[in-house]
């Protein structure tokens, strides 16, 4: 662990380059992995529904999130021992190969194991892709590059999502499922070019002893709360607000990763000059808050606005927590942080979906969206915590 980084740059009078050549490079992979996922997160359920039913869809999701979890744990140890280079190569082949081969059969079995050999390639790709994308980022703008690298994810992921559905109406499943794994398999070329982990380097935090570590365990936390309440939003909206209009849904859906995405960048931009720590607070209420206007699920304005303010909050609350725990252990364990984060991520969304469908069907949606912003607020133990412990 180190301590020495936890304290932001205070001055901009010498604030080196952000986009440098190495960090385009590896912009390049991102997009590419970016495109393969989202492209088919959709279509790939719909082709299994196809052949087996809904029962098949969920099925299919289910192993790709499976081995996504399972990749992100063990992949720290593999950057460890093979670099970041090899990894990141290996993630994108298991991600882009096997979806060039979806539709070699309609089989349950097949299409369960392709989703299960590109969720561990998934894996293997966010959390070496992303503490190689940390390594390239200069320690004074880290707040601000991973707000960039957020944007450069993101957008592909936004326009990925409804294209993969709207492709298959018109080109069918294999076409997509070639265009998807073409993007990874095409941006492998890039990886070459970029720098890899010293073979020399300080042994790295384990993602176990990272979980002891209290400086990196209360933002993993607090971010976990935040992205309960994102995957409760995301899934449980479009039936909760029922009685509004699809048009008023759609605003919200998009509202909240909007504003998600300028946040993320603003608050990127006052943590490399005020520090990241406190934003975690702030962000943690308006998240509960955001959640909380929501329950009046009957309210146009209050769906959207609450959805909004959700969504600007979980911005902030994404890239403090990242940004901070990066600046709390050396580039060594960078892996390691990615993979806590990521993990915070999926499993944050997967069980608070889950809780949630079992909480509505006792209370009805405005009370169990009520009763999950009241219980987000349990997050503030760690979050206080942490301003203890944090020297700016």
Same mark, same amino acid.
């Given at each position: 662990?180190?301590?020495?980084?936890?304290?932001?740059?205070?001055?901009?009078?010498?604030?080196?380059?952000?986009?440098?050549?190495?960090?385009?490079?590896?912009?390049?992979?991102?997009?590419?992995?970016?495109?393969?996922?989202?492209?088919?997160?959709?279509?790939?359920?719909?082709?299994?529904?196809?052949?087996?039913?809904?029962?098949?869809?969920?099925?299919?999701?289910?192993?790709?999130?499976?081995?996504?979890?399972?990749?992100?744990?063990?992949?720290?140890?593999?950057?460890?021992?093979?670099?970041?280079?090899?990894?990141?190569?290996?993630?994108?082949?298991?991600?882009?190969?096997?979806?060039?081969?979806? #539709?070699?059969?309609?089989?349950?079995?097949?299409?369960?194991?392709?989703?299960?050999?590109?969720?561990?390639?998934?894996?293997?790709?966010?959390? &070496?892709?992303?503490?190689?994308?940390?390594?390239?980022?200069?320690?004074?703008?880290?707040?601000?590059?991973?707000?960039?690298?957020?944007?450069?994810?993101?957008?592909?992921?936004? +326009?990925?999502?409804?294209?993969?559905?709207?492709? +298959?109406? =018109?080109?069918?499943?294999?076409?997509?499922?070639?265009?998807?794994?073409?993007?990874?398999?095409?941006?492998?070329?890039?990886?070459?070019?970029?720098?890899?982990?010293?073979?020399?380097?300080?042994?790295?935090?384990?993602? +176990?002893?990272?979980?002891?570590?209290?400086?990196?365990?209360?933002?993993?936390? +607090?971010?976990? &709360?935040?992205?309960?309440?994102?995957?409760?939003?995301?899934?449980?909206?479009?039936?909760?607000?029922?009685?509004?209009?699809?048009?008023?849904?759609?605003?919200?859906?998009?509202?909240?990763?909007?504003?998600?995405?300028? #946040?993320?960048?603003?608050?990127?931009? =006052?943590?490399?000059? =005020?520090?990241?720590?406190?934003?975690?607070?702030?962000?943690?209420?308006?998240?509960?808050?955001?959640?909380?206007?929501?329950?009046?699920?009957?309210?146009?304005?209050?769906?959207? &606005?609450?959805?909004?303010?959700?969504?600007?909050?979980?911005?902030?609350?994404?890239?403090?927590?990242?940004?901070?725990?990066?600046?709390?252990?050396?580039?060594?364990?960078?892996?390691?942080?990615?993979?806590?984060?990521?993990?915070?991520?999926?499993?944050?969304?997967?069980?608070?979906?889950?809780?949630?469908?079992?909480?509505?069907?006792?209370?009805?949606?405005?009370?169990?969206?009520?009763?999950?912003?009241?219980?987000?607020?349990?997050?503030?133990?760690?979050?206080?915590?942490?301003?203890? =412990? #944090?020297?700016?």
């Amino acid at each position: 662990m180190t301590t020495s980084a936890n304290r932001p740059a205070r001055t901009t009078s010498s604030r080196p380059p952000l986009l440098t050549r190495p960090l385009l490079l590896r912009f390049v992979s991102l997009f590419g992995a970016s495109v393969c996922f989202f492209l088919l997160l959709s279509v790939v359920p719909a082709y299994a529904a196809e052949s087996g039913g809904g029962g098949a869809a969920g099925v299919a999701t289910g192993a790709l999130m499976l081995t996504t979890v399972l990749g992100e744990l063990v992949t720290p140890r593999l950057v460890a021992r093979l670099g970041y280079r090899v990894v990141l190569i290996a993630g994108l082949f298991l991600l882009g190969a096997p979806a060039l081969a979806l #539709t070699a059969s309609r089989d349950l079995w097949w299409i369960v194991a392709v989703c299960l050999v590109r969720g561990l390639g998934f894996g293997l790709v966010i959390v &070496a892709g992303g503490a190689l994308t940390a390594s390239l980022i200069p320690p004074e703008r880290r707040g601000e590059g991973l707000a960039v690298v957020g944007v450069v994810s993101g957008v592909p992921s936004l +326009v990925s999502l409804p294209l993969g559905l709207w492709l +298959v109406e =018109h080109v069918g499943y294999g076409t997509v499922a070639a265009v998807a794994g073409g993007a990874a398999l095409a941006s492998i070329v890039t990886v070459f070019g970029l720098p890899d982990r010293d073979a020399g380097a300080e042994r790295p935090v384990g993602v +176990v002893r990272g979980l002891r570590t209290g400086a990196l365990l209360r933002p993993v936390l +607090v971010f976990a &709360a935040t992205t309960a309440a994102a995957g409760i939003l995301i899934t449980f909206l479009p039936l909760a607000a029922g009685s509004a209009s699809s048009g008023v849904v759609a605003a919200a859906l998009f509202a909240q990763p909007a504003a998600a995405t300028v #946040t993320r960048w603003l608050a990127g931009r =006052h943590g490399d000059r =005020h520090g990241s720590a406190r934003l975690i607070l702030p962000g943690l209420l308006l998240s509960a808050a955001g959640l909380l206007a929501t329950a009046a699920t009957g309210s146009p304005v209050a769906v959207v &606005a609450g959805s909004a303010l959700f969504g600007a909050a979980f911005g902030m609350v994404q890239n403090a927590t990242l940004t901070l725990m990066y600046a709390r252990v050396s580039a060594a364990s960078y892996g390691t942080v990615s993979a806590l984060w990521n993990l915070a991520y999926d499993a944050g969304m997967g069980v608070g979906a889950a809780g949630f469908g079992v909480l509505a069907g006792l209370t009805g949606y405005p009370w169990a969206f009520a009763a999950t912003a009241a219980l987000m607020l349990i997050a503030l133990v760690p979050a206080l915590s942490d301003l203890r =412990h #944090t020297d700016y």
